[in-house]
């Protein structure tokens, strides 16, 4: 299993901002997929999850102006976050759970300038 994750870039604070994660390979098992992101000198932490039943988690430095969703028929999944603050500025990894396996994207650097 391969993600691809994009969509990163700088933004200003207050703009929205939509990152993708496509998936290939034998993801036929695929139960889970989300975001994490980690700044310098932090940990990494959760962003936000879908399962392939639809239901979502936030983390909660997001919650309320994030949005989770995914794209099946693509493989993809998709995160759009609003309300961009600086502190949101990090390197955000794709994630998926298939057949039980963690799988990691090569991540997508996001900064957002005051």
């Known amino acids: 299993v391969q993600l691809q994750a994009s969509g990163g870039g700088l933004v200003q604070a207050g703009r929205s901002l939509r990152l993708s994660c496509a998936l290939s390979?034998?993801?036929?098992?695929?139960?889970?997929m989300g975001w994490y992101r980690q700044a310098p000198g932090e940990q990494r932490e959760l962003v936000a999850l879908?399962?392939?039943?639809?239901?979502?988690t936030y983390g909660h430095s997001v919650k309320g102006r994030s949005t989770i969703t995914r794209d099946i028929a693509k493989n993809t999944g998709y995160l759009r976050m609003n309300s961009l603050k600086p502190e949101d500025t990090a390197v955000y990894y794709c994630?998926?759970?298939?057949?039980?396996?963690?799988?990691w994207g090569q991540g997508t650097q996001v900064t957002v300038s005051s």
């Open positions: 390979g034998n993801t036929f098992s695929i139960t889970i």
């Open positions: 879908i399962s392939n039943l639809g239901s979502t």
């Open positions: 994630h998926a759970m298939v057949g039980g396996a963690n799988y």
